[in-house]
């Protein structure tokens, strides 16, 4: 099975703040990643597919890179609605893997 | 749009049978799409269970295979989940989502878009 490292595990920020969340397969897998955010209590939600393509609806301030091994979120400006935990997800494999999480917190 | 709920039994025993239904509405679940099972221990991530193709095709999280069935009703529009011999460590938030699909060129990207509210089982005796 592929395994995927979210790091860091959690973060403390201020809104206004720039945020980059990175996850990292443990073997190849193109651009067949996705991220999630969840927030407690409630269902995840899709933000960005394939890498880098953003979800109808989601605000233009979140963004994915990568491809292969590495990939990244990224918050450009972090708002008081993001504080949430967010997921990664291959789906190149049919056996589908999450990262472990990233817990955005308030500083 | 499609909205996913689902249903079943809060509380199991040990040594039960789990079985929960996600109803499909505002869509067919004969559409070209899997139809997936995560789940959320207390205070943990999120962990796949499998998934079902409207063909039948499933495929399955191999630590859970040897336990888990996933079918679906195209009659009612909707989709199940039994898993066998639960114990303690099943106690979970189970959530049906939709495994959406996108093709760019001669790939098909696949994303799980479509989630519902998820329902909490505890396995407790």
């Known amino acids: 099975d592929i395994q995927m490292t979210q790091s860091p595990p959690s973060l403390s920020a201020s809104v206004g703040d720039r945020v980059t969340i990175t996850c990292r397969a443990s073997?190849?897998?193109?651009?067949?990643l996705n991220w999630y955010q969840q927030k407690p209590g409630r269902a995840p939600k899709l933000l960005i597919f394939?890498?880098?393509s953003l979800q109808s609806g989601v605000p233009s301030r979140f963004s994915g890179a990568g491809s292969g091994t590495d990939f990244t979120l990224t918050i450009s400006s972090l708002q008081p609605e993001d504080f949430a935990t967010y997921y990664c997800?291959?789906?190149?494999?049919?056996?589908?893997?999450f990262g472990g999480g990233t817990k955005v917190d308030i500083k | 749009q499609v909205q996913l709920q689902e249903s079943g039994p809060g509380l199991l025993k040990p040594s039960g049978t789990l079985s929960l239904t996600c109803a499909v509405s505002?869509?067919?679940?004969?559409?070209?799409?899997?139809w997936s099972w995560v789940r959320q221990p207390p205070g943990k991530g999120l962990e796949w269970i499998g998934e079902?193709?409207?063909?039948?095709?499933?495929n399955y999280n191999p630590s859970l295979k040897s336990r888990v069935t996933i079918s679906l009703d195209k009659s009612k529009n909707q989709f199940s989940l039994n898993l066998s011999s639960v114990t303690a460590a099943d106690t979970a938030v189970y959530y049906c989502?939709?495994?959406?699909?996108?093709?760019?060129?001669?790939?098909?990207?696949?994303?799980?878009?479509?989630w519902g509210k998820g329902t909490t089982v505890t396995v407790s005796s």
């Open positions: 989502a939709r495994d959406s699909q996108m093709v760019r060129g001669i790939i098909n990207y696949y994303y799980m878009d479509v």
């Open positions: 505002g869509g067919s679940i004969s559409s070209n799409n899997w």
């Open positions: 079902m193709y409207p063909s039948g095709s499933a």
């Open positions: 073997q190849s897998i193109f651009s067949y």
């Open positions: 394939a890498a880098s």
């Open positions: 997800q291959q789906s190149y494999s049919s056996f589908r893997t």
